[in-house]
């Protein structure tokens, strides 16, 4: 029996772990420690050609160096493509999976007449929702497709631990989105769903960025009968400028940072720029459980100290 509050932390490891990894790590830490919870560690190198080993490697030793601990060995998604595919073939059977032919740049096309999510996302206007079995085979000597769920019209309503209520129709907002890629690579919202589900995960803590897409991810736990979790976006880190934080800010990544400071004055640091210290000062990780409230935590986004 897993206890009532099971949190994750689930870094990808595209490079070095950076200052906004560590606020999301934090956070969830304190979180699942402060309920008395299980912590559990995620790697997501789905695309490992991306994600060497190494980094992962590098990102437990920086974890390890601010003294987390988690309740069970990491677990690595490159090495789960059989359970990913068991749940696709799930969906499947529901009919709600069909292959996509479109390339990138018919659906960069697409975008200009439909609605747009930003400079990388758009609403899938379902091209190749109503193929039939013949014309799919034909074009698939072509080119290998990608899979897409079919999603319903209906809103997806959810509460937000700290942006509050949220709702998004998928069809209008978002369309039917993909679970595999072209290349095989099974997708992000599939294997973070299944991911937590089978690991018990009760809530979910990570950056505002991505909080649009938590309701592709509880239609699909609701489609293979798993509970929904709790979730949590957290702000996003700015410089003493204001600007928002990139990979790009190599001198704000923990291969500079641990250099420069210990680890007690940066967790000290991010705690009170969360909201969780009154003062900027160094502290201890086992030390900011006791201080743990959400409804301690900023909504906003956080302003990192010049010092820095």
């Known amino acids: 029996m897993y206890p009532d509050v099971t949190g994750r932390f689930a870094p990808t490891p595209s ?10 790590a934090l956070l969830a830490y304190l979180s699942a420690r402060h309920a008395g919870g299980r912590f559990l560690l995620r790697i997501e190198d789905l695309d490992a050609p991306r994600c060497p080993r190494r980094l992962a490697r590098q990102a437990i030793e920086d974890l390890c160096w601010f003294g987390f601990r988690w309740d069970a060995p990491p677990v690595y998604q490159s090495e789960r493509s059989a359970i990913y595919q068991f749940h696709l073939e799930r969906l499947e059977a529901k009919g709600l999976i069909y292959p996509c032919f479109c390339t990138r740049a018919q659906l960069q096309q697409q975008a200009s007449a439909a609605p747009n999510l930003g400079d990388t996302q758009w609403v899938y206007r379902g091209t190749c ?50 679970v595999r890629r072209s290349d095989g690579l099974f997708g992000y919202q599939l294997a973070v769903v299944v991911d937590d589900a089978l690991a018990g995960v009760s809530e979910v803590v990570r950056g505002r960025d991505i909080l649009s897409a938590t309701p592709r991810q509880i239609y699909l736990l609701r489609e293979l ?47 009170h720029a969360a909201g969780l210290l009154e003062e900027d000062r160094p502290a201890e990780l086992d030390e900011l459980i006791s201080l743990f409230d959400w409804s301690k935590v900023q909504r906003g986004d956080l302003r990192l100290p010049a010092w820095l």
Request: glycine content about 8%; hydrophobic content about 35%; overall charge positive.
């Open 129 to 178: 929702a109503h193929l039939g079995k013949e014309e799919a085979a034909r074009l698939s000597l072509a080119r290998s497709p990608a899979l897409r769920v079919r999603v319903p019209d209906e809103d997806i309503r959810f509460v937000d631990g700290l942006q509050g209520p949220q709702r998004e129709n998928l069809a209008r907002d978002c369309g039917d989105f993909i």
């Open 225 to 271: 009968g798993y509970p929904v979790p709790r979730y949590y976006h957290i702000p996003l880190l700015t410089d003493a400028q204001g600007r928002r934080l990139a990979k790009r800010d190599r001198d704000l990544d923990l291969s500079a940072l641990s250099r420069r400071h210990t680890p007690q004055r940066l967790l000290g640091m991010l705690a």
């Open 15 to 24: 490079g070095r772990l950076h200052l906004g990894n560590l606020l999301c």
